[in-house]
């Protein structure tokens, strides 16, 4: 199990951009899937993004093509680059790491960070 930290959320305007880091601290972050998730007042924590140990990709549809996720194993860092933000995407945003399972679902995620709030406005 690793330990996460997230930065870069903030408030931004409709259309605008922003990116969020996570940092990993262990050694072993490189087999480790790291996921992005977010979760808005009173919903469900969703799935946003995530990146295996391998460099392949998952995407909600709700970001595709909006959202790119990356990691820089030598940094023990995953990012989240997000464009085109709308204020659907307002929550609190969550790095976490996985040690074996579905990329796309919550519960099967072993480590969490703290979380960083994005708020885009209209």
């Known amino acids: 199990q690793v330990q996460l930290v997230e930065s870069g959320g903030g408030l931004v305007q409709a259309g605008g951009s922003l990116r969020l880091s996570c940092a990993a601290s262990g050694r072993t972050f490189s087999s480790y899937t790291m996921g992005w998730f977010r979760q808005a007042p009173g919903k469900e924590r969703e799935f946003v993004a995530a990146?295996?140990?391998?460099?392949?990709?998952y995407y909600a549809n709700s970001v595709k093509g909006r959202f790119t996720i990356s990691r820089d194993n030598a940094k023990n860092t995953v990012y989240l680059q997000m464009n085109s933000l709308n204020p659907e995407d307002t929550a609190v945003y969550y790095c976490a790491a996985q040690i074996s399972g579905f990329p796309r679902r919550v519960r099967e995620y072993n480590a969490w960070g703290q979380g960083t709030q994005v708020t885009v406005s209209s």
């Open positions: 990146i295996s140990w391998g460099g392949n990709t």
